[in-house]
């Protein structure tokens, strides 16, 4: 069925093609709990009964004096109570345990509207609280209510009118009061009403006889007026909203109208007067009025038709006829309840998903079947068995391509309980008869794994199976799909024994350490593939195995770079037995000194140890024979310890243990077996010159012949020595760490450092003495300093640092200091910015005035002007702007005492008169009147503004006082400046303060 068709369902038997039509409801009769011939008690007078309705706590039925029964499963009444006193209920909704009921009552005119909390009941009478009530009337003439409806968050409560009106109530679930929000929409008759919450927006849908509108309720752009959405409306009780509760479903007597906010949608054709729908999960459930099937038949009885449509997958569901007249239709309980007009109560019982597709399957309805189980979300198992079905179907019936189509869809749903076995035993006989590849094992594995068959998985894994006598070593399947697999399921076991046999080096470390975290045998491993081998492996791992087993990594770090042997150690004899079948596999590149003993014997052919890749042995035939011929032993290499130093980061303890322990049994180099200043070599040697420790620590020479090679190694040889001793050098100065706590007195600083002054005091040890000087001077170690400048000549550098420690406390070292630095010309070239640095310290603190400085430089002809040009033409500079300064405050200090004598002048000569021109008071700023007062400072006041007896200036003496009673003030500027302090007191006028008695004269008008 399409959309905008006109095809109609099977009434109309003159229309276009009908929906498929099928019984997936049974019609079960419901009855009385305690009179099993008869339906519920309730219904028994169904005339009484005024409407039903669905709710989380169970029924609710109303009848028409006013009262309220909450019914169970059995339809015997939970509780009762009188909703409307003298009256009847008409409408009633309910959501999360509200309930909203609409009646009307004898004593008042208007509808009236009750919010119950069903809840929460009353103690003594339980009947539910009644949280609210209050009437349904806008005007002096009330109108009967048509429909009501109520957001499923308890926001939104819309009410429908027989005149086009709706009254909308916003947040119901926080004021129940009055309606907040008021929208009065044409006079037509409201039929239905339904919100719906389309995130974040809530939409009502109001359907009337001739049209569908659309009013926005909350969101960005609410209110207004409501938008049309379709011109065709829908009789009473025609209109619901789906199962989704996103669009509104319009049954019309041609079809069915699906409308959403956008405007009309889907239009299903289905002919044929409907009285009502209801909405059922994801049915959509349609009442026709009752018709008579014939003349004669017309008296008795009326039939109504119930059909129930799968609008998603466009099918009837159940089609039945009731013949005495339907009533009302409740969605209750996963079940649809039809109330007849007689009284009977009939239910409409869903049956099982498996009954519903043996119906399709009968049929041979598998893309109906398809449908159905994506309505019905089965799991993909279910619909995988559809798959099956429908593929044997189209294949018997020769439709090969479809029937393929249909398999594909079923891979990855055979590996379950019932038919893994078979699977098995299908893809071990594939292994048997050598014709696998690398999908059917892991596809073997995977079964082998989800069953947790773990004595399979062994016997597959370890014991020989059917091969071609041909090639006898070849395996029975891949053997790095093997490893794979058994690494993603867990196990690790099976994985590391197949890596280990077949000479996966990598895969069999890789899964020792990252997956079974067992580092022990990783080492172990590790020291039987010899030092080429675990070079690259160390390098990867080598941070790892050091977290885990700090001492016994270090260990073999240690034996990698100081033995010529095997590193097997003794106590792996054990552990070697137990691989006795691997180590035919695993070589070591470069073969022990005992394998050369017996030279006339074949020698192995060498393998790359190191190589992940390794393919399966048997590469050269056992018959194959290898000509005697007289091989030189080749030199063993050993590592260079450079390359591990990063793995040590977390680890410094070992690190110096590991230092010094390669030292000493790779070059015989020690610090431990003599006093500091007496530290020799276990082997000879002698102390490198300057330039051969340079050489050592540049690039390795490039060598153009092979006959240079040893020269080359013993270069690389002496760079290692040269890189260990600065190292320790280092670690011997920082340890211990500050955030460390070592275990015992072996790392504490003193004999660390004291460990340093012993490298540093030996003249036999490779150490670069400059690297050396840095870190000492670095990590303030002044032993070592001193040493060091001691053995490179750099007597002058202990001057200048004893200078830097008791130049402060000794001002007179500065000139001895620069006298010694400027005797000759070498120590003036090494010491040019020490000699500048010491000026320009001396001149700011004020040690040796500028004078002092040139005499003592210019005592010989050492030091030149060049030197100190910069601090000459600075100092210069800055003299000559202490003389401009000085020359300014002179000639103000001249006009300031010319301008004071003419004042003292003026004020000295009594019979020149003073005129005085102030307006205002001095203190209060208003306007001068008389009495006033006039000080010869030039301040006036009012008389009332001065205390009696005042002789003074107010102003003035606040002024001249402020800094005399601050005597501690004055007495340190006298100790700072002196003489300037002290004329600068005398004019202020601070040292010349009048005495109590004295004033400074005043003259009243």
Not at 485 to 500: D, I, N, P, T
């Amino acid at each position: 069925m399409a959309s905008n068709t006109t095809s109609s369902s099977g009434l109309n038997p003159g229309a276009a093609p009908a929906w498929r039509q099928f019984s997936f409801f049974d019609v079960v009769p419901v009855k009385d709990p305690h009179d099993l011939e008869s339906s519920p008690y309730i219904f028994k007078i169904p005339g009484e009964i005024s409407t039903m309705v669905s709710s989380s706590a169970g029924m609710l039925i109303a009848d028409i004096h006013g009262s309220v029964h909450l019914m169970n499963r059995e339809f015997e009444s939970i509780s009762s109570w009188v909703a409307h006193v003298g009256g009847r209920v008409t409408h009633m909704v309910e959501r999360k345990g509200i309930l909203v009921t609409l009646g009307e009552e004898d004593a008042i005119k208007s509808p009236l509207l009750k919010i119950w909390d069903l809840e929460n009941r009353d103690k003594k009478t339980g009947t539910p609280n009644l949280l609210r009530s209050t009437k349904v009337q806008l005007s002096n003439r009330p109108h009967p209510i048509t429909t009501v409806a109520l957001s499923a968050n308890l926001l939104h409560l819309a009410i429908g009118l027989g005149d086009g009106t709706v009254i909308l109530y916003r947040h119901l679930d926080q004021s129940l009061a009055s309606s907040t929000s008021l929208t009065t929409l044409p006079k037509s008759r409201i039929v239905h009403e339904e919100p719906t919450e389309d995130s974040p927006n809530t939409y009502l849908f109001i359907v009337t006889t001739n049209r569908v509108l659309c009013y926005q309720a909350s969101g960005r752009g609410s209110g207004g007026t409501p938008s049309v959405v379709d011109e065709i409306g829908s009789g009473l009780g025609c209109a619901t909203m789906d199962w989704r509760a996103r669009d509104m479903v319009v049954a019309r007597d041609e079809a069915l109208y699906i409308c959403s906010t956008d405007g009309r949608g889907a239009c299903l054709a289905y002919e044929g007067v409907k009285s009502s729908v209801h909405t059922h999960l994801n049915y959509l459930v349609i009442v026709s009025p009752p018709f008579f099937p014939s003349a004669s038949a017309c008296v008795g009885y009326d039939i109504t038709k119930v059909n129930v449509f799968d609008l998603e997958n466009k099918l009837v569901a159940y089609s039945g006829a009731f013949k005495q007249g339907v009533r009302d239709v409740v969605s209750q309980w996963g079940n649809v309840y039809v109330l007849s007009t007689d009284g009977q109560l009939l239910c409409l019982e869903e049956k099982s998903t498996a009954a519903k597709l043996d119906m399709l399957y009968r049929k041979s309805l598998y893309q109906i079947a398809l449908n159905l189980a994506k309505t019905q979300s089965l799991e993909d198992s279910s619909v995988a068995d559809i798959h099956q079905q429908y593929g044997d179907h189209l294949y018997t019936k020769g439709d090969y391509d479809g029937s393929m189509q249909q398999y594909l869809q079923t891979i990855g749903f055979f590996l379950d309980s019932q038919r893994i076995h078979n699977l098995v035993t299908y893809l071990q006989e594939l292994h048997s008869l050598g014709v696998a590849n690398s999908d059917h094992t892991t596809l073997l594995l995977n079964t082998y794994t989800k069953l947790k068959d773990v004595n399979r998985l062994d016997q597959f894994i370890k014991t020989e199976s059917k091969r071609d006598s041909a090639d006898p070593e070849e395996l029975p399947f891949d053997l790095d799909t093997a490893i794979r697999v058994c690494r993603q399921a867990g196990y690790f076991e099976h994985a590391s024994y197949l890596a280990k046999k077949y000479g996966r080096h990598e895969d069999y470390l890789r899964i020792q350490i990252e997956d079974a975290g067992n580092v022990k045998d990783a080492l172990a491993y590790l020291r039987k593939l010899g030092p080429e081998a675990a070079e690259s492996n160390l390098a990867r791992y080598g941070r790892a195995m050091l977290q885990s087993l700090p001492e016994e990594t270090m260990q073999l770090l240690v034996d990698l770079c100081t033995s010529s042997g095997p590193l097997i150690q003794n106590n792996s004899e054990g552990h070697d037995r137990e691989a006795s079948s691997a180590s035919k596999q695993i070589q070591a590149p470069a073969p022990s000194y005992l394998s050369y003993l017996a030279l006339n014997r074949g020698a192995a052919l060498p393998t790359n140890a190191a190589s992940s890749s390794t393919p399966p042995p048997s590469a050269v035939p056992k018959s194959a024979k290898i000509p005697s011929v007289e091989v030189k032993p080749p030199k063993v290499k050993r590592l260079s310890p450079r390359l591990y130093f990063s793995h040590f980061a977390d680890h410094m303890e070992q690190f110096v243990v590991f230092l010094e322990t390669v030292a000493k049994r790779r070059w015989g180099q020690s610090v431990d077996d003599k006093s500091p200043g007496e530290v020799g070599l276990l082997g000879s040697g002698r102390r490198r010159d300057d330039e051969d420790l340079d050489s050592l620590l540049g690039e390795p020479r490039q060598v153009q012949f092979d006959g240079f090679e040893e020269e080359r190694e013993a270069l690389v040889d002496k760079q290692d020595q040269v890189s260990v001793w600065n190292t320790l050098m280092e670690l011997y100065l920082t340890l211990p760490l500050p955030q460390s706590t070592p275990t015992s007195g072996v790392f504490d600083q003193n004999v660390m450092r004291d460990k340093a002054l012993r490298v540093l005091r030996n003249d036999s040890l490779p150490y670069d003495r400059t690297h050396a000087l840095i870190l000492c001077s670095t990590h303030a170690f002044t032993p070592g300093l001193v040493f060091i400048w001691e053995k490179l000549g750099m007597f002058e550098d202990k001057v200048v640092e004893h200078l830097m420690q008791y130049g402060p406390e000794h001002p007179e070292l500065y000139p001895l200091v620069l006298r010694f630095l400027t005797s000759t010309p070498e120590l003036l070239k090494k010491h040019e910015e020490d000699v500048k640095a010491m000026v320009d310290h001396v001149d700011e603190e004020g040690i040796i005035p500028p004078l002092g400085v040139i005499q003592v430089l210019s005592r010989n002809g050492v030091a030149s002007v060049g030197l100190l040009k910069e601090w000459l033409v600075k100092r210069i500079t800055t003299s000559r702007a202490e003389i401009h300064n000085d020359e300014a405050l002179t000639k103000s200090y001249q006009l300031e005492t010319v301008s004071r004598r003419k004042l003292v002048e003026e004020l000295s000569d009594s019979e020149q008169p003073r005129v005085f021109h102030n307006t205002r008071c001095a203190i209060c700023h208003a306007q001068l009147d008389l009495p006033t007062i006039h000080f010869m400072c030039n301040h006036s006041y009012h008389q009332r503004c001065l205390q009696d007896h005042e002789t003074e200036c107010p102003t003035c003496a606040q002024e001249h006082s402020r800094l005399a009673d601050q005597h501690d003030v004055f007495l340190a500027e006298v100790k700072e400046s002196g003489f300037e302090a002290i004329t600068s007191a005398y004019s202020r006028g601070l040292l010349n303060a009048t005495r109590p008695g004295e004033g400074e004269g005043a003259m009243v008008y």
